[in-house]
């Protein structure tokens, strides 16, 4: 194949987790398909999703507390490992919110290496540090800088003067309609709604969602909300949930493959205060079930097609988003029109589509 003898790695906290976590290991297997010498450096030692590739894992197997000395001389193998492989482009998506974290990184980790970050959230302390005018410089001299979204990079990274940005947006794999179905016996085929992904209330908002469910009254009429994930908030929201009345319409799963979940779902919702591209819509649109979301940068304008595909609530009231609920579920023939079009609206982002995407980039960059 034409790409086989260059080399790209992928740099990322872990392969679990998340959506930005679940792009790259996606991510991965899109290149391993092109032809690309694929491999993955993992800071965590985290594994949850599948890969292609040869992978690195500098994570800490038994977790041993860390000084700044020994973790340097951690993560300079990391630079062995480069150099060793002949790395000819490092595709970076770690979150970067410490200035001079990232200095270092850029200048000796990654130092004659060709770079591209990804921006995976509006959330320009995660990707810009605290520095983000400093910063920007660093990213100037990068190949490329790759947003998920055009929000991101139309709309936030022109602002601190990157103009080496273009978006590429996560891809979703067609092959999820086939997981095989996990019996779920708290929940109700079709009568039930579903939000998931990381419990941690300060970005997913759960306790908005919560609050719209119980205003709606749909548990009255024994619709159930599902919440699925793990995360640092999970014990806090069910001692919430255990002094309302809809108490015992709200299902709490663990963290598990959710797709067969998702595929059973009467629609899936998203609360967050932010995101970068909100996979949880696009793979439950690829499943054909509809979804109801804020109106958030970044991301839900560039999948959900309002009244098409979903509903988009334009402010974070708890009555408005109560009332799309309602709508939602008490409104057959839209519900039933947007799930019609659920699969369709987001063909562009399947991966073949995504696939050609960064391989034009790439071509561009390691030729």
Same mark, same amino acid.
């Given at each position: 194949?034409?790409?086989? =003898? ?17 792009s ?18 993992i ?18 197997r ?7 000395? *020994?973790? *340097?001389?951690?993560?300079?193998k990391l ?17 970067k ?8 990184? =850029?200048?000796v ?5 060709k ?8 959330n320009t ?7 983000p005018?400093k910063f920007?410089?660093e ?5 490329? *800088? ?13 602002q601190?003067?990157?103009? $080496?940005?273009?978006?590429?947006h ?9 997981s ?11 009568n ?17 969602l ?10 009255k ?6 919440i699925?994930g793990?995360?640092p ?12 009345p809809? =108490?015992?319409?709200?299902v709490?799963l ?12 009467q ?5 967050s ?7 949880v ?10 979804v109801?979301?804020l ?10 097609? =309002? ?9 974070? $009231? ?9 709508e939602?579920? $008490?409104?057959?023939?839209?519900r039933?029109?947007?799930k019609?079009n ?9 991966i073949?589509?995504i ?9 561009h960059?390691?030729?």
């Amino acid at each position: 194949m034409q790409n086989t =003898h260059k080399k790209i790695c992928i740099v990322t906290i872990s392969l679990a987790k998340g959506g930005a976590e679940r792009s790259c290991a996606m991510l991965s297997e899109m290149l391993y398909a092109e032809g690309y010498e694929v491999h993955i450096a993992i800071l965590n030692n985290e594994i949850d999703y599948h890969y292609k590739g040869t992978l690195f894992n500098l994570g800490n197997r038994k977790k041993p507390k860390e000084n700044i000395a *020994t973790r *340097t001389k951690r993560l300079l193998k990391l630079r062995k490992y480069l150099k060793k492989n002949k790395i000819d482009l490092i595709i970076d998506h770690r979150t970067k919110n410490d200035y001079y974290r990232e200095l270092f990184y =850029h200048n000796v980790l990654y130092k004659g290496f060709k770079k591209i970050y990804v921006v995976h959230s509006a959330n320009t302390n995660l990707y810009l540090t605290k520095q983000p005018k400093k910063f920007a410089k660093e990213y100037s001299l990068n190949v490329a *800088t790759v947003g998920v979204s055009d929000y991101i990079s139309k709309e936030i990274l022109p602002q601190y003067r990157i103009h $080496n940005a273009v978006t590429i947006h996560n891809a979703f794999d067609p092959s999820w309609a086939t997981s095989e179905a996990i019996v779920a016996p708290e929940l109700k085929p079709h009568n039930y709604i579903l939000s998931y992904g990381r419990i941690d209330d300060t970005v997913k908002d759960f306790t908005f969602l919560i609050n719209a469910f119980t205003a709606s009254n749909l548990w009255k009429d024994g619709v159930q909300l599902a919440i699925l994930g793990n995360g640092p908030d999970k014990e806090m929201l069910q001692q919430f949930v255990a002094s309302l009345p809809s =108490h015992n319409q709200i299902v709490f799963l663990p963290q598990q493959n959710p797709f067969p979940i998702v595929s059973k779902a009467q629609f899936v919702t998203l609360t967050s205060r932010f995101e970068g591209f909100p996979m949880v819509l696009v793979e439950a649109l690829s499943l054909s079930v509809p979804v109801v979301s804020l109106d958030i940068v970044s991301g839900p304008s560039e999948i959900i097609e =309002h009244r098409k595909n979903g509903l988009l609530v334009a402010k974070r $009231n708890v009555s408005l988003f109560a009332e799309a609920l309602l709508e939602m579920h $008490n409104n057959d023939i839209l519900r039933e029109f947007c799930k019609a079009n659920s699969k369709a609206s987001v063909s562009q982002f399947s991966i073949s589509e995504i696939s050609k995407k960064w391989n034009q980039i790439l071509q561009h960059a390691v030729r």
